[in-house]
């Protein structure tokens, strides 16, 4: 599974877009972009994923570039339970179970 | 109630104890997966099960074992437990369909002395 890499902290104003970046140079064709995030020592939350196309849904915004070597998660309109670490995970759609947690982002929503 | 659940929630022990952990789900999936997460960390895989008949070692198996006793419930133990292995664990499930995405139990807080 590729590896990924993310800034280790991010802030951002609460009402305001919260873009947080994922390089994942070394990703197959074969592999998918996933976001989780964990608020607090809580279970990790499954946010959003993709292949190739950008993604929409109720949570969040998944840009993936033409290349595929990064994407950036969108939160539209950041609030102060947004403030959590995010991982960006990369793996492959095959019978493969694994999510490789890397240390992620930590974002931190200011009121 | 939740859909996936862990217990304890908190757990001190000693060295040398043997201590298992308890997840169980409603959500009917059949894989199963134990996580650790050290401060600051990210979660590295202890052990996984596809179903009831399956286990698998994941990153981190060594000092560890599980047993699946049913397709709704995944324990994990250690057999003697040591400081090292004071941590978060997390239990979590999927189902098999190929984009499947984890649903993770609150956490079990542990801590060996």
């Known amino acids: 599974d590729a590896k990924t890499t993310q800034p280790p902290s991010m802030d951002c104003a609460e009402g305001r877009a919260a873009n947080l970046p994922c390089n994942h140079s070394?990703?197959?064709?074969?592999?998918?972009v996933y976001w989780y995030r964990q608020i607090h020592s809580q279970g990790p939350q499954y946010i959003i994923h993709?292949?190739?196309n950008n993604e929409t849904n109720e949570m969040a915004s998944l840009i993936i570039t033409e290349d595929r070597k990064s994407s950036t998660l969108i939160l539209p309109h950041a609030t102060l339970r947004d403030t959590a670490v995010y991982y960006c995970?990369?793996?492959?759609?095959?019978?493969?179970?694994?999510?490789?947690f890397g240390s992620g982002t930590r974002l931190l929503v200011r009121p | 109630d939740a859909d996936v659940t862990q217990t304890p929630r908190n757990r001190i022990t000693k060295t040398g104890k043997r201590i298992m952990l308890e997840c169980s789900q409603t959500?009917?999936?059949?894989?199963m997966y134990w996580y650790r997460q050290d401060p600051g960390l990210g979660l590295r895989l202890i052990y996984y099960?596809?179903?009831?008949?399956?286990?698998n070692k994941g990153e981190i198996s060594d000092g560890y074992s599980v047993s699946r006793q049913a397709q709704a419930k995944f324990s994990l133990s250690l057999e003697s437990a040591i400081p090292n292995q004071t941590a978060l664990y997390f239990c979590?499930?999927?189902?098999?369909?190929?984009?499947?995405?984890?649903?993770f139990g609150p956490g079990t807080r542990l801590t060996v002395l």
């Open positions: 993709g292949l190739k």
């Open positions: 959500k009917g999936h059949d894989r």
């Open positions: 099960s596809f179903d009831v008949k399956d286990i």
């Open positions: 070394t990703i197959s064709g074969n592999e998918y």
């Open positions: 995970i990369v793996r492959r759609m095959d019978s493969s179970y694994k999510l490789i």
């Open positions: 979590a499930t999927s189902d098999s369909a190929q984009y499947n995405e984890q649903f």
